[in-house]
């Protein structure tokens, strides 16, 4: 039901930054958690980051850890995902997710129960 719109991406160069966005319908956005998931060509969807619903408690995975940041604004409806020292090997179609509001992990695809069209980010180097 709830819709999410992805924004943000684009073509960058290696060691760039850029500031990926995701608005999402509903009046109840702040009663999940959120996730980022990205998918490069021939590879499965994998997890990148996810911010708990009054985003005090973020997640990232081990590869953008220390580069990408998760936040959120719940008066916007929106999450961000800010990706800073970029490399090439982060290219792909980055998603963002809504959570089950009772499944337990935040790095499993089968945890999220609505997606974002996607947007593309593509590094040069």
């Known amino acids: 039901q709830v819709q999410l719109v992805e924004s943000g991406g684009g073509l960058v160069q290696a060691g760039g930054s850029l500031r990926l966005s995701c608005a999402a319908s509903?009046?109840?956005?702040?009663?999940?958690?959120m996730g980022w998931f990205r998918q490069a060509p021939g590879k499965e969807r994998e997890f990148v980051a996810a911010?708990?619903?009054?985003?005090?408690?973020?997640h990232y995975a081990d590869s953008v850890k220390g580069r990408f940041t998760i936040s959120r604004d719940n008066a916007k409806n929106t999450v961000y995902l800010q990706m800073n020292s970029l490399k090439p090997e982060d290219t792909a179609v980055y998603y963002c997710?809504?959570?089950?509001?009772?499944?337990?992990?935040?790095?499993?695809?089968?945890?999220?129960?609505?997606w974002g069209q996607g947007t593309q980010v593509t590094l040069s180097s």
């Open positions: 997710a809504r959570k089950n509001a009772y499944s337990g992990s935040y790095y499993l695809l089968s945890a999220y129960d609505s």
């Open positions: 911010i708990s619903w009054s985003g005090g408690s973020a």
């Open positions: 509903g009046r109840t956005f702040s009663d999940y958690a």
